[in-house]
Protein backbone atom coordinates (compact mmCIF):
# COMPACT_ATOMS: atom_id res chain seq x y z
CA UNK A 1 0.00 0.00 0.00
CA UNK A 2 1.78 3.40 -0.90
CA UNK A 3 1.82 5.79 1.48
CA UNK A 4 0.79 9.36 1.32
CA UNK A 5 2.26 10.91 -2.05
CA UNK A 6 3.30 15.02 -2.69
CA UNK A 7 4.56 16.19 -6.21
CA UNK A 8 6.50 18.52 -6.69
CA UNK A 9 9.01 17.48 -4.18
CA UNK A 10 10.27 21.19 -4.70
CA UNK A 11 8.58 24.01 -6.01
CA UNK A 12 10.07 27.41 -6.73
CA UNK A 13 8.30 30.14 -7.84
CA UNK A 14 8.56 33.70 -8.43
CA UNK A 15 6.97 36.47 -6.20
CA UNK A 16 3.37 36.96 -7.77
CA UNK A 17 2.88 33.49 -9.65
CA UNK A 18 0.66 30.43 -8.43
CA UNK A 19 2.11 27.76 -6.67
CA UNK A 20 -0.23 24.39 -6.69
CA UNK A 21 0.76 21.71 -3.96
CA UNK A 22 -0.82 18.11 -4.99
CA UNK A 23 -1.46 15.00 -2.51
CA UNK A 24 -2.78 11.69 -2.96
CA UNK A 25 -3.81 10.42 0.45
CA UNK A 26 -3.42 6.52 0.77
CA UNK A 27 -5.67 4.03 -0.49
CA UNK A 28 -8.88 4.12 1.19
CA UNK A 29 -8.53 7.56 2.70
CA UNK A 30 -11.25 9.93 2.23
CA UNK A 31 -9.88 12.45 5.03
CA UNK A 32 -7.13 14.75 3.79
CA UNK A 33 -5.23 17.51 6.07
CA UNK A 34 -2.66 20.07 4.87
CA UNK A 35 -0.02 21.91 7.48
CA UNK A 36 2.88 23.87 6.85
CA UNK A 37 5.86 24.46 8.73
CA UNK A 38 7.85 27.60 8.38
CA UNK A 39 11.57 27.20 8.49
CA UNK A 40 12.71 26.90 12.23
CA UNK A 41 9.24 26.62 13.72
CA UNK A 42 6.37 24.24 14.21
CA UNK A 43 3.91 22.54 11.68
CA UNK A 44 0.95 24.53 11.86
CA UNK A 45 -2.69 23.16 10.46
CA UNK A 46 -4.07 24.95 7.48
CA UNK A 47 -7.04 23.13 6.50
CA UNK A 48 -8.72 19.55 6.71
CA UNK A 49 -10.86 18.42 3.96
CA UNK A 50 -13.42 14.99 3.16
CA UNK A 51 -13.52 14.59 -0.80
CA UNK A 52 -15.59 17.43 -1.97
CA UNK A 53 -16.14 19.31 1.39
CA UNK A 54 -13.95 21.03 3.52
CA UNK A 55 -14.47 20.62 6.86
CA UNK A 56 -12.41 23.04 8.55
CA UNK A 57 -10.18 25.75 6.96
CA UNK A 58 -9.84 27.61 10.79
CA UNK A 59 -5.90 27.78 9.48
CA UNK A 60 -5.99 29.06 6.26
CA UNK A 61 -5.12 32.60 5.35
CA UNK A 62 -7.61 34.49 4.51
CA UNK A 63 -6.06 35.69 1.21
CA UNK A 64 -4.59 33.83 -1.80
CA UNK A 65 -4.57 30.07 -0.28
CA UNK A 66 -7.26 27.55 -1.08
CA UNK A 67 -7.82 23.70 -1.08
CA UNK A 68 -9.82 21.29 -2.68
CA UNK A 69 -10.21 17.81 -2.71
CA UNK A 70 -12.85 16.67 -5.61
CA UNK A 71 -13.93 13.04 -5.92
CA UNK A 72 -11.64 12.36 -8.32
CA UNK A 73 -7.80 12.63 -8.38
CA UNK A 74 -5.71 14.28 -5.82
CA UNK A 75 -6.19 17.02 -3.18
CA UNK A 76 -4.95 20.17 -4.04
CA UNK A 77 -3.31 23.34 -2.24
CA UNK A 78 -3.27 26.88 -4.53
CA UNK A 79 -1.35 29.85 -3.43
CA UNK A 80 -2.53 32.64 -5.51
CA UNK A 81 0.39 35.58 -6.24
CA UNK A 82 3.12 34.03 -4.08
CA UNK A 83 5.10 36.10 -1.57
CA UNK A 84 8.15 35.47 -0.04
CA UNK A 85 6.53 34.33 3.40
CA UNK A 86 5.06 32.12 2.05
CA UNK A 87 8.31 29.74 1.27
CA UNK A 88 7.96 26.78 3.44
CA UNK A 89 7.20 22.72 3.64
CA UNK A 90 4.00 21.58 3.12
CA UNK A 91 2.39 18.61 4.27
CA UNK A 92 -0.01 16.84 3.65
CA UNK A 93 -1.39 14.20 5.82
CA UNK A 94 -4.54 11.10 4.80
CA UNK A 95 -6.30 9.14 7.26
CA UNK A 96 -9.32 6.86 6.64
CA UNK A 97 -11.28 8.28 9.78
CA UNK A 98 -11.41 11.71 11.55
CA UNK A 99 -9.87 10.96 14.73
CA UNK A 100 -7.42 7.74 13.23
CA UNK A 101 -4.04 8.45 13.37
CA UNK A 102 -2.61 10.89 10.15
CA UNK A 103 -0.42 9.46 8.00
CA UNK A 104 2.12 12.28 6.44
CA UNK A 105 3.62 12.50 2.89
CA UNK A 106 7.38 13.15 2.58
CA UNK A 107 6.28 17.35 1.88
CA UNK A 108 6.73 20.00 -0.82
CA UNK A 109 9.56 22.50 -0.46
CA UNK A 110 8.20 25.65 -1.66
CA UNK A 111 10.95 28.53 -2.04
CA UNK A 112 9.61 31.63 -3.53
CA UNK A 113 12.65 34.03 -5.08
CA UNK B 1 -6.90 22.54 22.53
CA UNK B 2 -4.89 21.58 26.31
CA UNK B 3 -1.67 22.50 26.18
CA UNK B 4 1.31 19.87 26.28
CA UNK B 5 4.87 20.99 28.05
CA UNK B 6 8.13 19.25 26.77
CA UNK B 7 11.95 19.45 27.55
CA UNK B 8 13.38 21.13 24.62
CA UNK B 9 16.19 18.53 23.71
CA UNK B 10 17.45 15.28 24.92
CA UNK B 11 20.17 13.22 24.51
CA UNK B 12 21.05 9.64 24.58
CA UNK B 13 23.32 7.40 23.47
CA UNK B 14 23.07 4.30 20.90
CA UNK B 15 21.29 0.95 22.28
CA UNK B 16 20.60 2.80 25.62
CA UNK B 17 16.60 3.06 26.69
CA UNK B 18 15.02 7.00 26.87
CA UNK B 19 12.40 8.29 28.24
CA UNK B 20 10.74 11.42 26.96
CA UNK B 21 8.70 13.42 29.23
CA UNK B 22 5.31 15.14 28.33
CA UNK B 23 3.32 17.35 31.21
CA UNK B 24 -0.48 18.16 29.76
CA UNK B 25 -2.25 19.24 33.20
CA UNK B 26 -5.07 20.83 31.90
CA UNK B 27 -5.54 17.43 30.01
CA UNK B 28 -9.67 16.24 30.19
CA UNK B 29 -11.06 13.44 30.43
CA UNK B 30 -11.65 12.95 26.72
CA UNK B 31 -8.15 13.82 25.53
CA UNK B 32 -6.12 11.11 23.68
CA UNK B 33 -2.09 11.59 24.37
CA UNK B 34 -0.61 11.23 21.05
CA UNK B 35 3.07 11.02 20.07
CA UNK B 36 4.35 11.71 16.67
CA UNK B 37 8.02 12.15 15.27
CA UNK B 38 9.33 14.35 12.49
CA UNK B 39 13.35 12.63 11.28
CA UNK B 40 15.13 15.25 9.41
CA UNK B 41 13.96 16.60 6.30
CA UNK B 42 10.37 13.97 6.62
CA UNK B 43 7.35 14.68 7.40
CA UNK B 44 5.38 13.77 10.63
CA UNK B 45 5.39 9.53 11.58
CA UNK B 46 2.89 8.77 14.46
CA UNK B 47 4.51 6.78 17.10
CA UNK B 48 1.67 5.73 19.94
CA UNK B 49 -1.72 6.88 21.47
CA UNK B 50 -2.72 5.95 24.53
CA UNK B 51 -6.01 7.19 27.11
CA UNK B 52 -5.86 5.43 30.40
CA UNK B 53 -3.34 2.77 30.37
CA UNK B 54 0.07 2.22 29.34
CA UNK B 55 0.54 0.85 25.48
CA UNK B 56 2.82 -1.21 23.80
CA UNK B 57 3.93 -1.35 19.95
CA UNK B 58 6.29 -2.06 17.84
CA UNK B 59 8.22 1.23 18.22
CA UNK B 60 7.72 2.21 21.31
CA UNK B 61 5.83 2.16 24.99
CA UNK B 62 3.69 4.83 26.65
CA UNK B 63 3.69 5.22 30.26
CA UNK B 64 0.78 7.31 31.65
CA UNK B 65 1.00 8.65 35.20
CA UNK B 66 -2.43 7.70 36.96
CA UNK B 67 -3.79 11.27 37.26
CA UNK B 68 -3.15 11.47 33.51
CA UNK B 69 -1.12 14.56 33.84
CA UNK B 70 2.04 13.64 32.10
CA UNK B 71 3.53 10.54 30.02
CA UNK B 72 6.28 9.71 29.01
CA UNK B 73 7.49 8.03 25.43
CA UNK B 74 9.70 5.04 26.04
CA UNK B 75 12.37 3.95 23.60
CA UNK B 76 14.02 0.88 24.61
CA UNK B 77 16.83 0.73 22.87
CA UNK B 78 17.45 4.30 20.87
CA UNK B 79 18.87 3.74 17.69
CA UNK B 80 20.93 6.72 15.44
CA UNK B 81 17.21 6.45 12.99
CA UNK B 82 15.43 7.70 15.90
CA UNK B 83 16.67 11.12 15.91
CA UNK B 84 14.03 13.07 15.56
CA UNK B 85 11.91 15.73 17.04
CA UNK B 86 8.97 14.24 18.73
CA UNK B 87 5.75 15.80 19.67
CA UNK B 88 3.54 14.96 22.66
CA UNK B 89 -0.25 16.30 21.65
CA UNK B 90 -3.66 16.17 22.98
CA UNK B 91 -6.27 15.51 20.89
CA UNK B 92 -10.13 14.88 21.56
CA UNK B 93 -11.60 11.90 20.64
CA UNK B 94 -15.11 13.82 18.94
CA UNK B 95 -15.65 15.10 15.90
CA UNK B 96 -14.95 18.68 15.10
CA UNK B 97 -10.85 18.41 16.67
CA UNK B 98 -9.05 16.27 13.73
CA UNK B 99 -6.36 18.69 13.25
CA UNK B 100 -3.16 17.64 15.56
CA UNK B 101 -1.98 20.58 17.12
CA UNK B 102 1.93 20.55 17.47
CA UNK B 103 3.74 22.42 19.94
CA UNK B 104 7.42 22.64 19.49
CA UNK B 105 8.57 19.01 20.69
CA UNK B 106 11.63 17.77 22.34
CA UNK B 107 14.62 17.29 19.90
CA UNK B 108 16.50 14.32 20.38
CA UNK B 109 19.88 13.54 19.70
CA UNK B 110 21.38 9.83 19.56
CA UNK B 111 24.81 9.54 20.30
CA UNK B 112 26.95 6.73 18.90
Known amino acids: NAGVMQNPRHLVRRRGQEARLRCSPM?????VYWYRQLPEEGLKFMVYLQKENIIDESGMPKERFSAEFPKEGPSILRIQQVVRGDSAAYFC???????????FGPGTRLTVT | DAKTTQPNSMESNEEEPVHLPCNHS???????IHWYRQLPSQGPEYVIH???SNVNNRMASLAIAEDRKSSTLILHRATLRDAAVYYCILRKDQGGSEKLVFGKGTKLTVNP
Open chain 2, 26 to 32: TISGTDY
Open chain 2, 50 to 52: GLT
Open chain 1, 27 to 31: KGHSH
Open chain 1, 93 to 103: ASSPLPTYEQY
